[in-house]
Structures are given as structure tokens and as C-alpha cells.
């Protein structure tokens, strides 16, 4: 099984629907990150969490909301989703050395 | 804005080769490396971390990082079909470890 893990892995939705990515991990890390990658525009931070009472913003936080259910869990949601956020997802772990792991990937399409 | 440029490639390098990719970055403060492989479709896997200026070996791989001149590359020696992929460079800019992105470099190594 892999150590980071995402659901769903591919997702077809509508203009205006609610999503929610989950992330799931088993290498007991305390950062977890959720990132976004758009052919040519490489990797983007959306959100990450350094333990479960600390969430932060990143470079592309807006149309997105995060929750740190607990150590091992964290949710990446699209309250109201629109086409532009049509984008491959990651979610990362890491140590304090920022050596990043990451999971499969979500692959999120909104019409 | 801090920066982490590319050459985007392809860069196309007969088997058995060296293949050398370059990064550069922007931030002088900067003080972690690192070089991600990821296949089509994968998520990006952790190949080298640097933090100090000069060579560091792994296997085939030997990452190399220069402060003064703002650079950090990978060089992949005999190179493998398998090595196909894109090569993504990040960068740690400050002390809580978020990283930035450079976009990528698609290597081809021809059988």
C-alpha cells in the first residue's frame, strides 16, 4: 500500500459542485501539503499544515478550504468548483528537513 | 518574486550519456536543493537533496550546487531509457520549508 494515499484518484464533476480530495498517511509525518499541477506552470502550493492545529495559506489558496482531521489525514475541498480548477492534485508529506513525499495524485476535471 | 527557472526541454540525450540539467534560482537565502523525477502521469519522487555548495554522488546521480552563481544541476551518468522523464527542480527559500518549483525539464534518452 502506498504511504500517502488519495481519493479519488479521478474525479469528473460540474461547474458550482462541491468537492472534497482526501489525503491519508501512514509514514508519520507531521507537514502535509496539498499542491496543483497545471501542464507548463510546474507545482503550486494550495495549502499545507505543520501539525493538526496549524493550517496555512500557500501561493493559490483562493476557491479552496483545507481541514486537518487528524495527523495522518488531510482534506482538500472546492466549495464551489469552476472550470479553471481543472488541475492534477498532489498531496505531500514531509519532515522538518522539507524532503517531500507525495501521493498519486488526484486528477480533478470540472466542466 | 522568487524564482526557480528551467530549461523546459526536451532535452534528448543518447543512451548511455551524461545528461546534465541545470536550475537556477533567484532567492540568495536559499539553503535546500532538490531534484524530483516524475514519469507521465506520476507523482514526482524524491531523487537528490543538496545543501552545500559542491558535488554530492548517488549512484548515477551527482547533484551540484554553486551559491555564489545561484545554480544548482544533475547530471545522470549512462544514461537509461528509463531515465525518461521530467526533472523538477525545487528550492527552500526561508525556514518553514516551503519549497518553489521550477516548471520542469522533459529528458528523452534514445535507445
Known amino acids: 500500500d502506498a504511504d500517502v494515499t488519495q481519493t479519488p484518484r479521478n474525479r469528473i464533476t460540474k461547474t458550482g459542485k462541491r468537492i472534497m480530495l482526501e489525503c491519508s498517511q501512514t509514514k508519520g509525518h507531521d507537514r502535509m501539503y496539498w499542491y496543483r499541477q497545471d501542464p507548463g506552470l510546474g507545482l503550486r502550493l494550495i495549502y499545507y499544515?505543520?501539525?493538526?492545529?496549524?493550517?496555512n495559506k500557500g501561493e493559490i489558496s483562493d476557491g479552496y478550504s483545507v481541514s486537518r482531521q487528524a495527523q495522518a489525514k488531510f482534506s482538500l475541498s472546492l466549495e464551489s468548483a469552476i472550470p479553471n480548477q481543472t488541475a492534477l492534485y498532489f498531496c505531500?508529506?514531509?519532515?522538518?528537513?522539507?524532503?517531500?513525499?507525495f501521493g498519486e495524485g488526484s486528477r480533478l476535471t470540472v466542466l | 518574486q522568487k524564482e526557480v527557472e528551467q530549461n523546459s526541454g526536451p532535452l534528448s540525450v543518447p543512451e548511455g550519456a551524461i545528461a546534465s540539467l541545470n536550475c537556477t534560482y533567484s532567492d540568495r537565502v536559499s539553503q535546500s536543493f532538490f531534484w524530483y523525477r516524475q514519469y507521465s502521469g506520476k507523482s514526482p519522487e524524491l531523487i537528490m537533496s543538496i545543501y552545500s555548495n559542491g558535488d554530492k554522488e548517488d549512484g548515477r546521480f551527482t547533484a551540484q550546487l554553486n551559491k555564489a552563481s545561484q545554480y544548482v544541476s544533475l547530471l545522470i551518468r549512462d544514461s537509461q531509457p528509463s531515465d525518461s522523464a521530467t526533472y523538477l527542480c525545487?528550492?527552500?527559500?526561508?525556514?518553514?520549508?516551503?519549497?518553489?518549483w521550477g516548471a520542469g525539464t522533459k529528458l528523452i534518452i534514445k535507445p
Open positions: 525545487a528550492v527552500n527559500t526561508g525556514s518553514n520549508y516551503q519549497l518553489i
Open positions: 499544515s505543520f501539525d493538526v492545529k496549524d493550517i
Open positions: 505531500a508529506t514531509s519532515l522538518y528537513t522539507g524532503e517531500l513525499f
